[in-house]
């Protein structure tokens, strides 16, 4: 299981530049094992990076195999909401 | 001899008079209009959207060249240069009343630093679209929050800050054109932004759905849920209207101007009318922290898919 911190990509979530950046780390890390997310020391997440960096993950894996291999940790209850309404938008 | 003068206090009310008196600039047609003067020597108190109301007037007159030999007036004391002085302004205005490129007025705003004591204040800033900016801005604002305020007040004003500098950038159409300020304290927070772009009304009806719609309708649903200028992108549509659920559930206040309307929102209640007419948006955003509720406070619409969350 690979383990990304995200915020040495990036604190603070805010733009297409770092989400793209985040999404790509993703794909690469799915592209060998499953990837635990760890959200600590991220300060902000926009609604647009939530749907640019999740929603494609959801649409390329489907339901069952996004939940299975793509775990989060240390999520603040904002970041949880905002990426559910991006995987929902 | 034309002018507009500065009365001695310059705070909301005074802000929409001031906005009546300079909405001519928005009209004019191409003519110079001679021996204008703006005078501030009466001013005693002022708000910061007030100065930056100021500001943002004279930059624009200068840059598209309103005036033929204007006259700023700052008082023969330097009391009132002191008060826009305290919150960053003078630089960039001086910088104005010395017009001469573009490439000096962004060094100021570089060269304008954040302090942070026990209160919070992020200086004015521009949002330009460059990545370099967009780390300094992060650098200025987010982080200084982050470092300011518990998890909970920053995952609110965090939150505020970075949907409405998306949602400007979004809709700025000369780079140097939008700024933004912020001051806070542990159980408040204030945030004022400024452009002379596109302006939210306008905005909307880049989706061809909204443009049937009269503008009052436009700018009232600017601030619902799932309304986006920019239908089949990443954009939801959710930026504005968690700002506006933020300012509510925070007991705020939400004050936008923009192309002739004025959006509020105070004591829950939303209230959309005529204004004089402003080229862009002004808006102003103000949380009460002391009891503060983020966004999980909020009831989830339209939830299918949900992610794990492990410890």
């Known amino acids: ?89 | 001899m034309s002018g507009i003068q500065i009365p001695e206090k310059f705070f909301q009310t005074e802000i929409r008079d001031f906005l009546g008196k300079t909405e001519f600039i928005f009209k004019r047609n191409t003519t110079y209009i001679a021996n204008f003067t703006l005078d501030l020597s009466h001013i005693k108190e002022i708000s910061i959207l007030g100065m930056l109301v100021i500001y943002k007037f004279i930059a624009y007159t200068v840059k598209n060249k309103i005036f033929r030999h204007p006259t700023l007036n700052w008082g023969v004391t330097s009391s009132v240069k002191s008060l826009f002085n305290e919150y960053g302004f003078t630089p960039l205005i001086d910088n104005f009343v010395n017009y001469k490129n573009k490439t000096k007025i962004t060094e100021s705003y570089k060269a304008l630093k954040s302090s942070s004591t026990e209160e919070l204040f992020c200086a004015p800033h521009s949002m330009l679209r460059t990545e370099a900016n967009r780390n300094e801005l992060e650098q200025d604002f987010l982080n200084k929050i982050a470092e300011f305020y518990d998890t909970t007040r920053n995952s609110i004003v965090n939150l505020c800050t970075s949907e409405l500098m998306l949602n400007f950038w979004s809709h700025a159409t000369i780079d140097t054109d939008s700024i933004i300020v912020a001051k806070g304290g542990k159980t408040y927070f204030n945030l004022f932004l400024i452009d002379n772009g596109d302006g939210l009304i306008t905005s909307l009806k880049e989706n061809p759905i909204y443009r049937g719609e009269t503008d009052k309708d436009l700018l009232k649903a600017v601030f619902e849920e799932g309304i986006s200028s920019k239908p089949n992108t990443n954009h939801q549509g959710r930026g504005l209207f968690l700002v506006r659920e933020l300012v509510k559930l925070n007991e705020g206040e939400l004050v936008v101007f923009t192309e002739g309307l004025q959006y509020k929102l105070k004591d829950g209640k939303i209230n959309v009318s005529e204004a004089p007419y402003w080229k862009g948006v002004v808006m102003t955003v103000k949380l009460k922290l002391k009891r503060p509720r983020d966004i999980t406070h909020l009831k989830e619409s339209k939830i299918r898919y949900r992610i794990r969350s492990i410890c």
Request: with cysteine; proline share 2%.
């Open chain 1, 1 to 89: 299981m690979l383990i990304i911190k995200i915020s040495e990509i990036g604190k603070n979530i805010t733009n297409d530049i770092v989400g793209n950046q985040i999404y790509e780390k993703i794909k690469a890390g799915l592209n060998k094992d499953s990837v635990t997310l760890d959200f600590s020391d991220v300060n902000v997440m926009t609604t647009f990076c939530a749907k640019q960096i999740f929603r494609p993950l959801l649409e390329e894996l489907g339901e069952e195999e996004f939940n299975k291999r793509i775990l989060f940790k240390n999520i603040t209850p904002t970041i949880e909401y905002e990426i559910n309404m991006g995987l929902n938008g």
